[in-house]
């Protein structure tokens, strides 16, 4: 390992994963917490035991921490201002944390992180502006334009889940009013509802089995099933990717990006979503987008938010800011 | 005037509008031309003629010569690909004029260059993050992303009219493949359209008497009517700006911009387009977005294209570029 090293941060809906990275993003010694059902102050004081185990296990010196955390950021004090999955409101993350550790920290939005990720070291390397969706639960995004992460004025941009796609489409979730949002046609979530209406209409397929069974149907149930050639489950994938195929149409116009990478859990599926999604971007985007764009699944998966995490504070290392 | 100028040309699908413009932005000696009708060869001689007379009636040394084209530009080669209303189609237009005129010269999308305007020295002037729409026929765009004009990978972005918000909704126009993209919803053909339908559906309207009559139900009728208070062409205005607000709340969430600029033809409804168009999007972004995010009419009207192509011009003679 270099002399120098960085601590990444992925702190998830779920559980954190923190890990010492070298300049190269290689990731040395993980730490994991379970992070589900904590309030807000037991959630920072185990952020921060978490990152000082992480430090105690390197004999290198650690340049700064960066965190990737799925809420709404405000860069212009580093404050966590909304979240839908965990318990941060109006919190003066960077600050807070650059005290108690007593080093450098840097935190933005998960999907900005994750586009960091395949942007320095993944699926995007090269390339000066990229689109990143990240297919989980919702729909995450992160983007890089004109060779540098684009995060609006105030840091908040990128929520690329939250464009509209049918204006009369379902209700959004959590703090997003809107409905017909690409997360509500296209998400992890999308593909469980759209898998129990097909298990409803077609009893003998296996995901038509596995709901008169009783079994929760999932979109890994579904990917599963889907994979295994069950027909109504590739439909219903089908379906999603189609779906997304849509959003990703409007994205290559807008951004006339070299490359549109996939991620988040439910790009298991891979050409399973990603094939009906590339026929129909390239059905609806104008053919000089298309015709440029390639639309590639993520090379980072579980630890994307974490190396890019450490991407980031290895960049304001380099930057020499804060 | 300072001694050192350049000239911007707006070439639209219609006219020809040329000037010399100072460092400060201000416009002198304007020249026009009609465009329809011709072909490649003939407008580019017009181009060219037009410039010349611009040059010869300044005393002022000309720097270099700025085009703003409703056109999808290839920035790698300075090449106008596809135009709808222009007959040019994969010429090398930059390096074309270049050596004709003997000058530097830049060319960009128009919605690209009034971006530039409206950010240089009108209604995003100080912003970081500006997205500019302008409704006309069709729907033109321009960004302004992290302090620097956006075009993507091969500069053919920013085509904000041609994202999807109906996905079942009616086919798009020229070169666009797509069906329900924002230009069919919001557009003037979409006014236009939408007050012929509700001028059948209210006979006893204004909009309603001036379509017995025999009046062709344009943008700009529908506007004048509205403006004298006409309660159907009200409705109608009030229909598109609703449609218009759906695209903006997708741009908050996605640039989290300083200010959406609104220009174009249609703006000349003015509060009858941007209230609606206002109310819609804050009912559906993010509220974040929402709160940080102007929405505005564009300060330049007519000559936004003139004075973006010579905003064009000047950057590139202060960067040293070509």
């Not at 650690?62 to 212009?76: E, N, S």
Request: glycine share 14%; with cysteine; net charge negative.
């Amino acid at each position: 390992m270099s002399p120098e090293c960085v601590i990444g941060v992925d702190l998830g809906g779920t559980k954190l994963l923190a890990g010492v990275v070298d300049s190269d993003l290689n990731v040395h010694h993980r730490v994991h917490r379970m992070v589900r059902g904590l309030g807000q102050r037991e959630l920072l004081d185990m952020a921060v035991e978490a990152v000082e185990e992480a430090r105690a296990s390197t004999t290198s010196e650690v340049a700064a921490v960066g965190f990737g955390i799925p809420c709404l950021i405000d860069q212009r004090r580093g404050m966590a201002t909304m979240a839908v999955n965990l318990p941060l409101r109006d919190v003066p993350f960077r600050d807070l944390m650059a005290e108690r550790l007593g080093l450098p920290v840097e935190v933005d939005n998960d999907g900005n992180v994750a586009a960091l990720a395949e942007w320095r070291a993944g699926a995007a390397q090269g390339a000066t502006d990229v689109v990143l969706l990240t297919i989980g639960t919702g729909i995450g995004g992160g983007l890089i334009v004109n060779g540098a992460p684009c995060r609006g004025a105030i840091g908040a941009g990128a929520e690329l889940g939250h464009i509209t796609i049918d204006l009369d489409g379902p209700p959004c979730q959590g703090h997003c009013p809107n409905n017909g949002c690409l997360e509500t046609l296209a998400s992890g979530t999308a593909l469980a509802r759209e898998g129990r209406r097909i298990a409803g209409e077609q009893p003998d397929s296996a995901v038509g089995r596995a709901f008169a069974d009783g079994r929760e149907i999932t979109g890994a149930l579904i990917t599963e099933l889907a994979h295994d050639g069950d027909a109504a489950a590739i439909e219903a994938l089908t379906l999603i990717g189609t779906n997304l195929g849509i959003g990703i149409a409007s994205y290559l116009n807008v951004f006339n990006p070299d490359v549109v990478v996939i991620g988040g859990g439910v790009i298991a599926a891979g050409e399973l979503l990603l094939a009906p999604a590339r026929a129909e971007a390239v059905r609806r985007a104008l053919p000089t987008m298309s015709a440029h764009a390639q639309i590639v699944p993520a090379q980072f998966g579980t630890e994307a938010g974490l190396v890019g995490a450490a991407a980031l504070a290895l960049e304001n290392v380099a930057n020499g800011v804060r």
